[in-house]
């Protein structure tokens, strides 16, 4: 069954080396997923995310532009970060991959995140079943694109640690009704 994404309650965040001795971190404030959740059988799950490249933020304006500029992540030419899944392996009581195409910059490649999930029950007022779910993983950005000297591909690290919380909302009415799915907060 296709759930909602809060985004109210969810984030994309991310992490990297600068200069060999700091770690910047980040996230993206505008992100969008299709997710198809079945908490009791994670095999029959799937998700496409797109996440909108020009929201990234991290606390410094400067850093940001540079990071959207066409020397890093080139927003204007690869607007997006877009995720699909291929399959996802139930491990354990819980906890799963989720293989799929991470395309950044134009590029895709493979990757496996290793989440974990927690349903929460209905509760008794009726209101939506709801659950939540962390995944990560870590690239090498120059599986992506390649930074050139002169906008610091000597400080800037080549692992980026992703992780993404998501909340999820099942709305058995919404379904019922054929309504069509949107992201809490979108009008």
């Known amino acids: 069954m296709t759930w909602t994404l809060d985004r109210s309650r969810s984030s994309v965040e991310f992490a990297v080396t600068h200069m060999h001795?700091?770690?910047v971190r980040g996230h993206f404030a505008q992100f969008e997923a299709d997710v198809t959740l079945e908490p009791s059988?994670?095999?029959?799950?799937?998700?496409?995310?797109?996440?909108?490249?020009?929201s990234i933020t991290t606390g410094d304006a400067g850093r940001d532009r540079q990071l959207r500029s066409a020397a890093v992540l080139d927003a204007e030419h690869f607007?997006?970060?877009?995720?699909?899944?291929?399959?996802?392996?139930?491990?354990?009581?819980?906890?799963?991959?989720?293989?799929g195409g991470l395309t950044i910059h134009g590029t895709t490649r493979e990757v496996v995140l290793e989440?974990?999930?927690?349903?929460?029950?209905?509760a008794e007022s009726g209101t939506p079943r709801t659950a939540t779910f962390v995944v990560s993983t870590e690239v090498d950005r120059r599986d992506f694109f390649q930074i050139p000297m002169s906008?610091?591909?000597?400080?800037?690290?080549?692992?980026?640690?992703i992780r993404v919380?998501?909340?999820?909302?099942?709305?058995?009415?919404?379904?019922?009704?054929?309504?069509?799915?949107k992201a809490a907060g979108d009008s």
Request: proline fraction near 9%.
């Open 21 to 23: 001795v700091s770690i």
């Open 79 to 99: 607007p997006s970060i877009e995720f699909q899944s291929s399959d996802v392996l139930p491990l354990a009581a819980q906890t799963f991959w989720v293989r």
């Open 115 to 122: 989440g974990r999930i927690e349903e929460q029950p209905e």
């Open 41 to 54: 059988d994670p095999s029959r799950s799937s998700v496409k995310a797109t996440i909108d490249v020009a």
């Open 165 to 181: 919380l998501a909340h999820l909302i099942d709305d058995p009415q919404r379904h019922a009704e054929g309504q069509p799915h």
């Open 151 to 161: 906008a610091g591909e000597p400080f800037i690290g080549r692992s980026v640690n």
